[in-house]
C-alpha cells in the first residue's frame, strides 16, 4: 500500500534546498507501488511530478498542488552481470561510480561527482568531461505512464542529444543496464579523484545549488558569458551568482525559489542586451 505524505515540503528534497510543499509526496519503494502511485493520482486527475535526487529541479515557494513521487527509495541496488551492469532507479549516480571504479569497470569514472539518481541521470543524459550517459547506457526498464505497461527501450531507440533523452518522454525509468568494459582499477580511481579535485576546485560545492543553472549555448560556455557581463556576485535575497562558477546561482541559506528565478531572468536578460545569445536554463523549473 502507498505511503501517502501530506504537504511535504520539497525543500527537503530538492538539493537547492527551496520548494514549498508538495500537497502530496510519494517515495514508491516497489514497482507496483510506484504504478499504483500513477494510477492513483491519475483517478483523482490530480497533476504528477516525477523526481530522483531532485538536484536538477526548481519548485517553486508555492509548492506543487499535486503530487510528487520521488524514486529515491525505489530500486536501490546494482547487479554485476557478465556483459552488463545493471542499477535501479533510486540508486545514487555516485554510487554507481564507485562502484563500477573498485570492479575496473571503465567508462563511469568521468561521471563523479554528479549528485543525481540513475533515473535523473538517464532521463538527463547527464554528463560531464566529455562523457555521457548515453555512451554507457545499453537499455533501460521504463514504465510507459501512456500505455500503463512496463518495457525495455534500447538506447538506439532514443535520440539522445546534450541534457536530452528523446524517447523517453512519459516514461518512468525504473532501472538501467550499462556496458561492462573492463578498466584497471588504479587508473579509474585516479581519474575519478582527478575529477573530484576539480569540481571542488571549480564549483562552490559549499552551498546548495543545482549545478549549472544555464546550458551551454554552441560554441561558448554560460558562465564565460554571465562573468563577462559582469554578473558573478550579483545577488537578490538569499541567493547570487557564484563567485566561482558564474554558471552556478548558489542558495546562501536562505533563499527562496522566488529570488532564484529572479536571478535567472536578470541572468538571460543580461547576456541577452550584451551578447545576444539567450541562455537557456538546464535545471527543470517546475510551476
Ligand atoms: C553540485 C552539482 C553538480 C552537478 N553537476 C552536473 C554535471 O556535471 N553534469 C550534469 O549533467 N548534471 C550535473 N548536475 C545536475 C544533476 O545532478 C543531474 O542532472 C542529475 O542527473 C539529475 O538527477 P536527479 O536524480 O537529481 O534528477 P531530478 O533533479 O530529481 O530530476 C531531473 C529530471 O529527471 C526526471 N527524472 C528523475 N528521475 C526519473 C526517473 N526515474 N524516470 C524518469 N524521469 C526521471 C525528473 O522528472 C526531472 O525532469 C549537478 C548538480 C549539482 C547540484
Known amino acids: 500500500m502507498i505511503r501517502i505524505i501530506e504537504n511535504e515540503p520539497l525543500s527537503k528534497h530538492t538539493t537547492y534546498r527551496v520548494g514549498g510543499p508538495a500537497k502530496y509526496f510519494i517515495m514508491p519503494v516497489t514497482n507496483d507501488e510506484l504504478i499504483e502511485t500513477i494510477s492513483w493520482a491519475k483517478s483523482k486527475k490530480l497533476s504528477y511530478e516525477i523526481i530522483g535526487f531532485g538536484s536538477n529541479v526548481l519548485f517553486m515557494d508555492e509548492g506543487f498542488e499535486g503530487v510528487v513521487v520521488s524514486t529515491a527509495l525505489l530500486n536501490r541496488w546494482i547487479l554485476d552481470k557478465k556483459e552488463f551492469l545493471v542499477a535501479g532507479c533510486g540508486v545514487g549516480l555516485m554510487e554507481l561510480v564507485e562502484f563500477a571504479v573498485h570492479k575496473g569497470i571503465a567508462g563511469f569514472e568521468k561521471l563523479a561527482g554528479i549528485p543525481g539518481s540513475v533515473g535523473g541521470a538517464v532521463k538527463m543524459n547527464a554528463g560531464a568531461f566529455g562523457i555521457e550517459m548515453k555512451d554507457i547506457l545499453v537499455d533501460c526498464l521504463v514504465y510507459d505512464i ?77 558562465g564565460r558569458l554571465i562573468e563577462e557581463a559582469g554578473l558573478k556576485g550579483f545577488s537578490i535575497g538569499g541567493a547570487k551568482v557564484s563567485e566561482k562558477h558564474a554558471n552556478f546561482i548558489v542558495n546562501c541559506g536562505d533563499a527562496k525559489s522566488k529570488d532564484i ?5 536578470h541572468v538571460q536578460s ?14 527543470k523549473i517546475i510551476k
Open 261 to 265: 528565478l529572479a536571478i535567472i531572468d
Open 270 to 283: 543580461t547576456v541577452y542586451k550584451k551578447f545576444g545569445i539567450l541562455l537557456e536554463p538546464e535545471v
Open 146 to 222: 501512456d500505455k500503463n505497461d512496463v518495457e525495455v527501450i534500447k538506447n538506439e531507440d532514443c535520440v539522445f542529444s546534450y541534457r536530452k533523452a528523446k524517447g523517453l518522454e512519459n516514461k518512468i525509468i525504473l532501472s538501467a543496464r550499462f556496458l561492462r568494459k573492463r578498466g584497471e582499477i588504479k587508473e579509474l580511481e585516479k581519474i575519478k579523484n582527478d575529477i573530484l579535485v576539480r569540481r571542488e576546485d571549480k564549483q562552490p560545492l559549499e552551498f546548495a545549488s543545482c549545478g549549472s543553472v544555464f546550458k551551454r549555448p554552441t560554441g561558448d560556455y554560460a
